[in-house]
């Protein structure tokens, strides 16, 4: 199950990147159109939420000193999905309002 945590969290790693160089190079030569942040919206961005947390989760899980066992850590891989999806919609609100 670590490989599969390891590419999760690398494909979760390397969107984020490509949303945050995407934005600031549109922002850079004006072009706000062509800026990944808001060409995948808010369902996208939870979408990259919900894989780093799952990919952080259960990374944490498998490499914990606790020596947890694949099941406890696959629950803390979907515990860390839920909370990364549930914190970019409320990051999205508190945004939206301020």
Known sequence: MVKIYAVVL????????????????????????????????STGRALVGVVLGFGMGGMAGEFSPMDFSWPVALLLAIAGAVIGGFWVRYSDRVAADG
């Open 10 to 41: 690398g494909l979760g790693f390397v969107s984020l990147v490509i949303i945050l160089m995407g934005g600031t190079l549109a922002g850079n030569v004006d072009k706000p159109d062509r800026d990944p942040n808001l060409r995948i919206g």
